[in-house]
């Protein structure tokens, strides 16, 4: 191996330490495009897959696309060498974001925490309220004795008892649910009728650690993926709704302890 190679190659490898590390999907494609190799990008089987889902071929993914962008000679390699040199400049700009740990089913922050911001979302400024407690159901009136039972179990136990129709602080309704779920401590969820909307803020309340609680008409309802957790099923009727206060009182009582 060449003096001249054995450079290359260490170059090589310094850069893929920091694409490895930092690149994102439109990272690929700006070099792509700096470098007239959007095909490269684009037709590769596995680059941007294992890039998206982490796994664990996209160290030799990468080291190899970052390879073949460089096999023209030293132009592309000086190329991706000033774009990296930008993203590190921009990151060492970069204001450090506050962040605040929200999950209610972990007491302590694991290992690895996911840093995200949601597009459709605004993060609120606004703490967990250890107290509170959300209930996520259809806006049908045949929902309401449902809801009342709820709030009977609460104010027994003297729990903040909130639905996204008891507030409103955005003009948006998504805002106002994703605020409530977030300041949260615990979520409820009726799946009865497979309400679509509720489906959607048990993946919210999910992806921000919530601790959700199912409650459903027909265990039928219930997504497969989630027949794990241990819904709490009641009839739409006064002995059913009897029973599913019994049964709230007995699990809110652990929760919120």
């Known amino acids: 191996m060449t003096k001249e190679t054995k450079q290359r190659t260490a170059r090589l490898f310094a850069l893929h330490e920091f ?3 930092y690149f994102t999907k439109a990272d690929w494609f700006r070099v792509a495009y700096l470098t007239d190799n959007v095909d490269l990008i684009e037709d590769h ?9 982490r796994d664990d071929d996209y160290d030799g993914n990468s080291l190899q696309v970052l390879s073949k962008l460089i096999a ?16 590190k400049a921009g990151m060492k700009q970069m204001v450090p974001v506050a962040s605040a740990f929200v999950s209610t089913v972990q007491s302590n922050p694991p290992d690895q925490v996911i840093t995200f911001a949601p597009d459709v ?7 967990v309220e250890p107290n509170r407690l959300s209930v996520m159901m259809p806006f049908d009136g045949k929902f309401s004795a449902t809801y009342t039972a709820i709030r009977n179990v609460c104010t027994t136990l003297g729990i903040d008892c909130k639905r996204a129709d008891d507030i409103w602080d955005n003009s948006i309704l998504i805002q106002d649910v994703f605020d409530l779920i977030f300041t949260s401590r615990a979520v409820i969820t009726d799946f009865t009728d497979r309400n679509p909307n509720v489906f959607y803020e048990t993946g919210v309340a999910h992806t921000l650690g919530k601790l959700v609680i199912p409650i459903t008409q027909s265990v039928g309802d219930i997504p497969f993926d989630l027949r794990h957790h ?10 059913g709704l009897l029973k599913l206060e019994k049964d709230l009182e007995k699990k809110l009582a652990k929760v919120f302890s």
């Open 45 to 53: 089987p596995r680059l941007l897959r294992s890039l998206d889902f």
């Open 72 to 87: 023209d000679g030293t132009i592309n390699l000086a190329e991706i060498e000033r774009y990296v040199e930008g993203r």
């Open 121 to 127: 979302f605004r993060i609120p400024d606004k703490p």
């Open 19 to 21: 694409v490895r590390a």
């Open 230 to 239: 241990r819904a709490l099923t009641y009839l739409p009727n006064a002995e």
